[in-house]
């Protein structure tokens, strides 16, 4: 169990790499399975849940290594395809596995992903469109059974939600199905751009990624590729919500402008300054941020969900009122209590949250109980005054490469205990 020590107050300046994406290395971690031979991917960030998915690839019979930031897979002679229902629990999003398991085996054995801190992580959107494909796929005391005994058949999906996860999982099957797959409703996110540039490096025919319909041509075999994972778009927020919060100069290099589109209008709203081209951004914040009118999470190119709780880190200690409304998960709001523990002024109902900024924060000790939810924990006591731990750190250390290096690299006073 680690915490973070952290003392206010300190302006942050400096220049930051932000890392590889979180949740694009996922998927393309999922899609080397069932890529012939060996798959070298750059840009991977050291995060809990990117080693819970080379440990399911190992698993499964997969070579896998890491030199710095490049992790090779070798899915030569792969042919196990059963995920341990310890690994499903270390990681919600593993069920990203059942297609490029299914596809390449025949069958994928797996525990069901079950809730987690944001609330039921339901797979139905997942399973309707494997049956889509040809699954047989059958549920029972928690153990998922996925099964194409007539092979994998191409089909004009409809996804009733666009889900990223089911979005992914339906193009990875759908890449070695026979004959023209569409996958209408689908998710917009980067990180399905990403995965389809590296499905057709690997010899897939995907098009149309980053729009609402998918067409996958497929193939016969995919080969092992080499294909450099996109920047994090929310580790991205969270540093420049940092900025917004604390103060100071920041320049952020590495990342697709184009991204954070919603983040930058919220952050211009508050009063920051921003010099922006497509790969880097200088965020400049001297005053007090104003608080935001109202900003609704949606599916991309909306307001980003995982960005809510780093917004609303920032809100609490702005000028004015501002309304939130989650309408992706159910239960976003673990970490709001504790930010009232440190004296701020957030009243929630239902998934609305409504922020009264206050001056300042008052350190207090904390606990993270999900991954932006902690991290959203830590930029507060980064603009509280006083000094205070953020415990439960394993939470944050699933999605941000060494937390507190980088915001020490730009001034904070953060030390991992
Ligand atoms: C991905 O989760 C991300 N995780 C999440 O990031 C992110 O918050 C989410 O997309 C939304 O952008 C990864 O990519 C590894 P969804 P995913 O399927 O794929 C419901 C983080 O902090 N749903 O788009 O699981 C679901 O309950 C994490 O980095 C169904 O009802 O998200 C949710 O309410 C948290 N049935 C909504 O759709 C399904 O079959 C969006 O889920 C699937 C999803």
């Known amino acids: 169990m680690s915490a973070f020590k952290i003392t206010g107050g300190r302006k942050l300046h400096g220049d930051l790499n932000v890392q590889g994406a979180k949740n694009s290395v996922l998927p393309l971690l999922a899609a080397c399975f069932l890529c012939e031979g060996q798959s070298i991917l750059h840009n991977c960030p050291k995060l809990s849940d990117v080693n819970a998915a080379l440990d399911i690839l190992e698993c499964l019979g997969c070579r896998c290594k890491r030199e710095g930031t ?30 490029a398991v299914a596809a390449r085996t025949g069958k994928a054995l797996m525990s069901l992903p079950g809730g987690c801190e944001l609330g039921p992580r339901p797979i139905d959107i997942h399973i309707e469109a494997l049956k889509k494909m040809g699954a047989v796929i059958e549920c029972e005391s928690g153990k998922l059974i996925c099964e194409f005994p007539e092979g994998i058949k191409a089909a004009d999906i409809y996804l009733r939600f666009p889900s990223v996860g089911a979005t992914e999982n339906a ?33 897939a025919c995907v098009l149309g990624a980053g729009t ?31 900025v917004a919060a604390v103060g100071g100069r920041v320049r952020l290099k590495n990342i697709e402008t184009e991204h954070l589109l919603p983040i930058i209008s919220t952050l211009t ?35 980003p969900t995982d960005a809510g709780p780093l917004l609303i880190a920032m809100s609490s200690v702005s000028k004015g009122t501002g309304v939130f409304i989650e309408n992706i998960f159910d239960r976003r709001f673990g970490y709001i209590d504790e930010l009232n523990r440190m004296g701020a002024n957030i009243k929630t109902v239902g998934r609305v949250a409504i922020i009264s900024g206050v001056r300042h924060l008052d350190a207090a000790n904390v606990c993270a109980a999900d991954l932006r939810g902690g991290a959203a924990l830590a930029v ?16 944050i250390d699933r999605g941000y490469d060494g937390f507190e290096h980088t915001f020490a690299n730009i001034g904070a006073d953060i030390t991992r205990i």
């Open 380 to 395: 507060a006591l980064m603009a509280s005054h006083g000094t205070a731990t953020v415990k439960n750190t394993e939470y």
């Open 70 to 99: 490049t992790v090779t897979v070798d899915s030569q002679n792969c042919d196990m395809f059963e995920v341990p229902e310890c690994l499903m629990r270390e990681m919600r999003s593993s069920i990203i596995f059942m297609g």
């Open 269 to 303: 709203d508050a009063g920051c300054n921003l010099e922006y081209d497509g790969h880097q951004i200088v965020i400049v914040s001297h005053s007090r941020p104003h608080n935001f009118d109202t900003v609704s999470t949606q599916p991309y190119p909306g307001f």
């Open 212 to 242: 609402d319909t998918v067409t996958v041509i497929g193939a016969h075999k995919l080969y092992g590729c080499e294909h450099t994972v996109m920047p994090d778009r929310i580790v991205a927020a969270t540093c420049m919500y940092a």
């Open 171 to 203: 193009m990875i099957t759908a890449t070695v199905a026979s004959g023209t797959t569409v996958i209408r409703n689908a998710a917009k996110e980067p990180e399905i751009i990403d995965l389809a540039g590296f499905l057709n490096k690997a010899g």
